[in-house]
């Protein structure tokens, strides 16, 4: 069988230009169209060809440098410096800038805002285009680590600890210094104890510190590497980082907003996100929803408010177990009395207030008479129940999440909304955030989210059609 061999010293006649070597249909044409679509000032990025001076990148493109290798899963300023070099689709969209991973690193770090606010005039394009309708919303959250690692997280116990240990070892270091003074003053040891002692009290200065900004900050812990990222849960373990949150469109399962959040849970991030998705939308969305994680009455009942259908699953119909035989569904309430009825007939009257709930109980003498005394409660005082304050409003939603068509619009959450961070994550590979700060963290997702828009807009329309709708015409 005969083989083909390369030559690299054969002598070819190359195009004239790059732009020959870039097919009219090839995807980095379409970041490319975006980018020149967008409105550099209404982002915040001043951009005056005119200027004098020494002269700069043209931070458009900077902006496409950074779109098209997030895109790509390349982040890394050094990595994105190697693609400027040496990858012929990067040469093409840069025009054959080459800037330096400095230069990168800084344009990111200096341009923020502006980043943030790629996603909104994204999300302006699609409902430009009609491929945004907003009827209803999914919502979402992901945890995502920072910039710092767990370690480096301070709480007031931790503070506490160490300061005790510290002044533990300061105490053990003098009376060693006394031992050797003593003994012999020229002592080596001595110097390398005083540079010891040096080290704790400088330890112990940075520690009363931390504990002074936790105390005043409130704040149930401090990262000092990224002091706005907080203490994150996941199967992962636990880690520093940030929650990042979506909303996506039914139509096509576009991003419509994205934000990140230093909160380890999303129950108070339901009306927030929704809320900032309508006002990208212009105007309010038909549907809202959501997982179980996103239950809290409170949050729900502002968005249902504004006559909104909210399909959000409670707690304990996301765990779906099997009600018990003396459990509080099986009390019924009598609005009438203001109290509930046990399964054997006895009333439990309303006995005070806590926190956010009503409580009822039956009383120690009607309780210890119940042939149930000891299956329904073993308590001397009696059975009691906690109403919620809008308790009617969180059955009013349970109801409405059982619904046959909230069911069949909530089994479509997860492939509307949980596409996007499955994308990021494991096929782009972002497991944590280069940039430090919420607003940083902002920035990166903001931007990861609109690449992910645009690959989906160049999967519904194709790359030259794309470029058609945003007024570029394919040569």
Not at 11 to 16: E, S
Not at 441 to 470: D, H, P, Q, W, Y
Request: aromatic residues 6%; glycine residues 6%; neutral net charge.
């Amino acid at each position: 069988m005969a083989y083909r061999y390369g030559d690299r010293e054969q002598i070819q006649l190359f195009p004239a230009s790059v732009d020959d070597y870039i097919p009219n249909n090839a995807p980095v044409r379409a970041y490319d169209a975006f980018v020149e679509s967008l409105d550099l000032e209404t982002l915040g990025i001043a951009y005056d060809p005119n200027a004098v001076g020494n002269s700069k990148y043209d931070p458009k493109a900077m902006l496409k440098l950074l779109v098209y290798g997030y895109s790509y899963g390349v982040r890394s300023s050094r990595k994105l410096e190697r693609e400027a070099h040496y990858n012929l689709s990067f040469i093409w969209l840069l025009g054959g800038l080459k800037p330096d991973h400095k230069t990168i690193a800084e344009f990111r770090k200096n341009n923020k805002p502006a980043l943030k606010n790629i996603l909104l005039q994204c999300a302006k394009l699609c409902l430009k285009l009609d491929l945004i309708t907003g009827n209803t919303l999914f919502v979402d959250g992901t945890k995502i680590r920072a910039n710092a690692a767990i370690k480096n997280t301070w709480t007031k116990e931790k503070c506490a600890k160490v300061l005790t240990k510290v002044e533990q070892r300061i105490a053990e270091i003098l009376r060693e210094c006394e031992t050797v003074d003593q003994q012999e003053a020229s002592q080596p040891s001595l110097v390398k104890l005083n540079e010891e002692l040096a080290d704790r009290e400088i330890l112990k200065a940075k520690v009363r510190e931390i504990l002074s900004e936790l105390e005043e900050s409130q704040e149930k812990s401090l990262n000092t590497v990224d002091s706005e990222c907080t203490r994150i849960n996941s199967i992962q373990g636990s880690h520093a980082g940030y929650n990042g949150q979506m909303v996506v469109d039914e139509k096509h399962g576009l991003i419509v907003s994205s934000d990140v959040v230093s909160e380890n849970n999303d129950l108070n991030q339901f009306a927030i996100q929704i809320e900032a998705a309508n006002k990208v939308l212009g105007q309010k969305c038909e549907t809202a929803v959501a997982d179980s994680g996103y239950a809290t009455t409170d949050e729900l009942k502002k968005i249902a408010d504004q006559g909104i259908k909210v399909i959000v699953p409670s707690q304990r119909q996301a765990a779906n177990r099997e009600i018990s035989e003396f459990a509080k569904e099986k009390f019924s309430y009598d609005a009438a009395k203001d109290c509930y009825v046990c399964p054997a007939g006895q009333e439990l009257k309303y006995s005070g207030e806590e926190d956010r709930a009503l409580l009822y109980r039956a009383g120690g003498k009607v309780c210890g008479s119940c042939i149930n005394f000891g299956k329904c409660t073993k308590s001397k005082q009696g059975r009691q129940i906690s109403r919620l304050k809008n308790e009617e409003e969180r059955e009013r939603l349970e109801a409405e999440y059982l619904r046959s068509e909230s069911q069949a619009i909530y089994k479509l959450r997860q492939q509307k909304v949980e596409l996007p961070f499955g994308h990021i994550k494991r096929n782009l590979g972002m497991n944590s955030f280069l940039l430090r700060g919420v607003e940083g963290a902002k920035a990166e997702l903001s931007l990861l989210s609109s690449c992910f828009n645009i690959s989906r807009l160049i999967t519904l329309l194709g790359v030259e059609r794309m470029r058609e709708k945003l007024g570029l015409v394919p040569v």
